[in-house]
């Protein structure tokens, strides 16, 4: 996608060897003309597969599905919570996520009220790296007898194994920019 690009180039910077802030569009100030754009291209890939709900997780996901939602004809969207150590809940769907990121073992959970038997969900997120937090929400669909229907992630950072993962799940994973390298503080992005 030209115009993300383009953004990350202009406003966004790399940190170390491998995370790029966003910051300034994306996850913590948010332009919201842009995610439009991004919610438009994901109905655009996804459109044709009857989805009746968006799942996301907190926090930076939120944003993104919501606007994105509007393009599907304002499907619900839901956010499962992370929590900091597994707490046994019958009303939740929960599982463990470890991130390389932050190098430590998180719990998500979804209300049981919020995944059905025979839902057809879109999972969308900000960032892509090994893929453990989408196939953390993978895994809550399936418990609740769903069908995970894509996954679309606005930033894949392809020099990590996450859409390699993700897609040994069986599920389908397009990403509106995919960087393959930062060389000299520059993200890279792969040819489309
Ligand atoms: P994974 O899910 O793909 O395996 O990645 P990982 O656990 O390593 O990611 C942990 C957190 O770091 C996630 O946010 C993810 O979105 C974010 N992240 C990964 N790579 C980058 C990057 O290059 N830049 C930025 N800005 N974030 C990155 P989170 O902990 O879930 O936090 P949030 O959604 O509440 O912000
Ligand atoms: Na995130
Ligand atoms: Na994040």
């Given at each position: 996608m030209k115009i993300l690009e383009e953004r990350i180039l202009k406003d966004g910077y790399v940190l170390g060897k491998d995370i790029l802030k966003v910051d300034r569009f994306l996850n913590h100030q948010v332009d919201v003309a842009l995610l439009n754009e991004i919610g438009k291209a994901f109905y655009a890939y996804f459109k044709d597969h009857g989805i009746n709900k968006i799942l996301t997780i907190e926090a930076s996901g939120i944003a993104i599905a919501a606007i994105t939602a509007q393009y599907f004809d304002n499907v619900p969207v839901v956010f499962a919570k992370k929590f900091d150590s597994v707490n046994a809940d019958p009303d939740s769907y929960e599982t463990n996520v470890y991130s390389f990121t932050k190098n430590r073992d998180y719990s998500v959970r979804v209300s049981k009220k919020f995944i059905?038997?025979?839902?057809?969900?879109?999972?969308?997120?900000?960032?892509?790296?090994?893929?453990?937090?989408?196939?953390g929400l993978i895994d809550l669909v399936r418990q609740g007898g769903g069908e995970v229907h894509g996954v679309g992630i606005v930033i894949e950072k392809s020099f990590q194994d996450g859409k390699t993962y993700v897609s040994s799940l069986g599920v389908d994973v397009h990403s509106l920019a995919r960087i393959r390298a930062f060389i000299d503080g520059t993200p890279i992005f792969e040819e489309v």
């Amino acid at each position: 996608m030209k115009i993300l690009e383009e953004r990350i180039l202009k406003d966004g910077y790399v940190l170390g060897k491998d995370i790029l802030k966003v910051d300034r569009f994306l996850n913590h100030q948010v332009d919201v003309a842009l995610l439009n754009e991004i919610g438009k291209a994901f109905y655009a890939y996804f459109k044709d597969h009857g989805i009746n709900k968006i799942l996301t997780i907190e926090a930076s996901g939120i944003a993104i599905a919501a606007i994105t939602a509007q393009y599907f004809d304002n499907v619900p969207v839901v956010f499962a919570k992370k929590f900091d150590s597994v707490n046994a809940d019958p009303d939740s769907y929960e599982t463990n996520v470890y991130s390389f990121t932050k190098n430590r073992d998180y719990s998500v959970r979804v209300s049981k009220k919020f995944i059905h038997q025979g839902d057809r969900v879109l999972i969308l997120d900000d960032f892509l790296a090994q893929g453990r937090a989408a196939a953390g929400l993978i895994d809550l669909v399936r418990q609740g007898g769903g069908e995970v229907h894509g996954v679309g992630i606005v930033i894949e950072k392809s020099f990590q194994d996450g859409k390699t993962y993700v897609s040994s799940l069986g599920v389908d994973v397009h990403s509106l920019a995919r960087i393959r390298a930062f060389i000299d503080g520059t993200p890279i992005f792969e040819e489309v």
